[in-house]
């Protein structure tokens, strides 16, 4: 039944992407300034010159593997130049999915919770608008999760071989390669940053300790990142190095003006010598240094997932050719964020998984007959008590009462009921009693 | 662009915009001299194929900032021309307009493939725009042949208004204050003109070339003439192997002026944005460096006491 009710929210979120996709449509005939992104066009001029037989880097600013222009030959063959939108919505949608699975394999398939996760995907705007705008974010961001839940599922050579496809695909997930090979580690968890020297002399020590997990991940991952290369570059020679990589590496051009180093490197423009040399250093250094550093400081908690999300927000914000619309700002937000994050890092986790369990549950007026799946919670809260006495969370105590007379003398173990059943719904009722109305009830 | 109060008559206007021109010149700032063929090229006074066509360009640069369009519209009346209107008529004589841009400005032929009605008239000649580069590092020049349909009424063959969509490249920066002290510079900003006219950068438009071309001329033929020939693509969906000789055909246009003020970066601030953005970004690397390492700290004290 949890199985069917993902399947309905992932159609939902479909249906959603699709209706995105034809307002698209609508929007485009009528307005000068179009919903449909620039590099959609870039991607389906690519792939006429694929389907021509030609090189897809003859379209001036493609800048992708020619993979992403083969997938996008249905632009030009069928004329129906809406297909790589509804392709890169499947692929956003699928990434709804693997979140689905990532979160019921980090909280022991609570599916309840992993659906409420997926929504925070599902109905967001902001990536109905990617994906539906045909921009091909949804296809890495899926290549990514992919690696996340095969690493949690602890399937390494499958796992590098994805990872491997993915920095193929595009270079930036390249940044995420030390976490995971770091994770991988047998290291101590016993650390105390007192004295820098043992912890970065620690750190060194678990860097050059290859276990076999690591090395089938590194091994796997040069794999599957060197068959997808050798491919494109057999195809199509160092042109398809040049623009696919090397270009993101040497780029110069200065016309991104929502990155924080734009009027920098405008101004800065013909400044050359030693100069120069330290302006493209500096646009350069704190990426790196933010991202080695979270690396460094996390992994050791095996929080994969917390690492790869702040190494992406650093690489982000201090982006030469970032799109994010306020840099400064969101550099602001994520310092205080993740602040304020950090100092409950050890109960957030927690905090959220009730926040989420708080949430109304939409499903239960739609579906009769489910049950959930899982055992009790590890301490008793107002949810479950709820659930077991089978009333409202906000109930007055005549109707615990009530209920919880009814439900003990069915459940009663003198009458072959259950005493742990018949515990769980004594518990549930001083929970609520105490908890609720005002007035306290004795614990018994 | 150039920011008139309403109140300010035409005439002052052009009083102003000729000012700024004047001043711009004299600090020698952008701009380039019209692509427009040479003298004698545009009277053609020997040349006897052009004989009695008086051909008027209408030219508007519609829309603001970097991203502007030209709206062309070329007529030509009819007196005394060897050649019968009705060939023009029935495409036996054809007109086009060659433009070439130089680094300043580019048409985008991915953009220009896309928009219907325009797509099969114009043809990009250069293969390689450089969508990217600012206008001092762009290696190339946009080359662009549009074909012309045209109606008669009368005496007088009116072409369809072209739209063209044309992108501006980023200017060099340049220094905002290089006009201060200059004597006219308080006629200007008093006067309602630009709040600073040194934040922009005039860039000319170049005019395009009209070309003409008829079926039975022959090279022979046409060699003998004392006109001035351009050897281009003989139309839009023609092979690039196959070229035909047109005839420069000479004409007047209404914009007397086709430059666009660009804004421009401010060298002056060069220093300051560089220390500035150069401390913003330690600074926000120094805060997140100290979050993350008490955030660790405090983790590894907890793990601890557990």
Redesign the interface.
């Known amino acids: 039944m949890g199985a069917l009710l993902i399947v309905r929210d992932l159609c939902a979120g479909l249906i959603i992407r699709l209706l995105a996709v034809g307002y698209g449509l609508y929007h485009d005939s009528t307005n000068e300034v179009k919903y449909t992104d620039i590099d959609y066009?870039?991607y389906t001029?690519a792939a006429a010159y694929v389907v021509k037989g030609q090189s897809p880097y003859l379209?001036?600013?493609y800048r992708y593997t020619p993979i992403l222009a083969w997938l996008l030959t249905p632009n030009i063959t069928t004329s129906w130049d809406s297909y790589g939108k509804i392709l890169f919505s499947l692929f956003d949608i699928l990434a709804c999915y693997l979140i689905y699975l990532i979160v019921l394999q980090e909280h022991g398939n609570d599916r309840v919770l992993a659906r409420k996760c997926t929504y925070l995907w599902i109905f967001n705007p902001l990536p109905i608008v990617i994906c539906s705008r045909g921009s091909s974010e949804s296809i890495i961001l899926c290549l990514v999760l992919a690696v996340l839940y095969l690493f949690l599922k602890k399937t390494y050579l499958l796992c590098g071989l994805v990872y491997g496809f993915a920095v193929h695909f595009k270079i930036y997930p390249a940044t995420y390669c030390l976490p995971l090979y770091l994770c991988l580690g047998g290291g101590s968890?016993?650390?105390?940053?007192t004295s820098v020297k043992a912890f970065s002399l620690h750190v060194l020590k678990d860097v050059l300790t290859l276990t076999q997990p690591r090395l089938i991940l590194v091994l796997s991952s040069v794999i599957g990142f060197t068959l997808p290369t050798a491919v494109c570059y057999w195809i199509y020679g160092y042109e398809f190095l040049d623009e696919t990589y090397l270009y993101h590496v040497t780029r110069t051009?200065?016309?991104h003006n929502f990155s924080?180093?734009f009027?920098?490197l405008?101004?800065?423009?013909?400044v050359g010598g030693t100069l120069g040399l330290l302006?493209k250093i500096?646009s350069f250094l704190?990426q790196a240094?933010?991202i080695l550093?979270?690396t460094f400081?996390?992994t050791t908690?095996k929080d994969l997932i917390f690492v790869m999300f702040?190494q992406t927000y650093?690489f982000v914000?201090?982006n030469k050719a970032s799109s994010v619309v306020a840099a400064?700002l969101g550099?602001a937000a994520?310092?205080f964020a993740?602040?304020y994050v950090?100092?409950r890092?050890?109960n957030m986790a927690q905090q959220m998984t009730e926040a989420m369990k708080t949430l109304p549950n939409l499903d239960e007026a739609l579906s009769s007959g489910k049950y959930y799946k899982g055992g009790f919670d590890p301490k008793m809260n107002r949810r479950e008590a709820s659930l077991i006495l089978g009333i409202s969370p906000s109930a007055n105590k005549a109707r615990i009462k009530e209920a919880h007379k009814r439900l003990i003398t069915i459940n009663h173990p003198d009458r072959g009921g259950s005493p742990y059943i018949a515990s769980k719904i004594n518990e549930a009722k001083d929970y609520l009693e105490n908890q609720g109305g005002g007035s306290s009830g004795l614990r018994r | 662009m150039i920011i008139l109060k309403r109140r300010v008559g035409v005439n002052a206007a052009s009083m102003i915009l000729t000012l700024i021109l004047q001043l711009m010149l004299v600090e020698g700032g952008g701009g380039g001299s019209p692509s427009f063929g040479t003298q004698n090229e545009l009277r053609q006074k020997n040349c006897s194929l052009v004989r009695g066509l008086h051909a008027n360009l209408i030219r508007f640069i519609t829309k603001e900032g970097f991203h502007r369009e030209l709206e062309d519209t070329v007529e030509i009346t009819v007196t005394n021309s060897p050649i019968p209107l009705n060939r023009f008529t029935n495409k036996e004589c054809k007109l086009a307009m060659l433009t070439k841009f130089v680094g300043d400005i580019y048409v985008d032929p991915y953009e220009v493939s896309q928009i219907g009605g325009l797509q099969d008239m114009i043809r990009i000649q250069n293969n390689w725009t450089d969508l990217e580069s600012p206008a001092w590092l762009a290696k190339s020049n946009s080359t662009v042949f549009v074909q012309l349909t045209v109606k008669s009424t009368g005496n007088l063959l009116a072409s369809d208004t072209i739209r063209i969509p044309i992108h501006f490249r980023y200017q060099k920066p340049q220094s905002h204050s290089r006009f201060d002290g200059h004597p006219d510079l308080e006629l200007l900003v008093g006067n309602g003109g630009m709040m600073n006219p040194a934040g922009y950068i005039p860039v000319n438009v170049p005019l395009p070339r009209l070309l003409l071309h008829c079926e039975d001329w022959d090279y022979q033929q046409t060699a003998n003439e004392h006109c001035h020939f351009v050897k281009t693509l003989c139309s839009s969906k023609s092979s690039v192997d196959s070229m035909c000789q047109w005839v420069a055909l000479p004409y007047k246009s209404n914009s007397k002026v086709n430059t666009v003020f660009i804004p421009v970066g401010d060298s002056d601030s060069q220093l300051l944005i560089t220390v500035a953005t150069f401390l913003v970004i330690t600074g926000g690397v120094i805060f997140l460096s100290f979050t993350l390492i008490n955030a660790k700290t405090e983790m590894s004290k907890r793990q601890h006491r557990e």
């Not at chain 1, 968890?189 to 940053?193: P, W």
């Not at chain 1, 405008?266 to 013909?270: E, F, G, R, S, V």
């Open positions: 066009n870039v001029d379209r001036e600013t968890s016993t650390r105390n940053l051009d200065i016309r924080l180093y009027y920098l405008y101004l800065n423009t013909d302006l500096l704190p240094f933010l550093l979270v400081l996390f908690q702040i650093c914000i201090f400064g550099l994520v310092g993740g602040r950090l100092r890092m050890p």
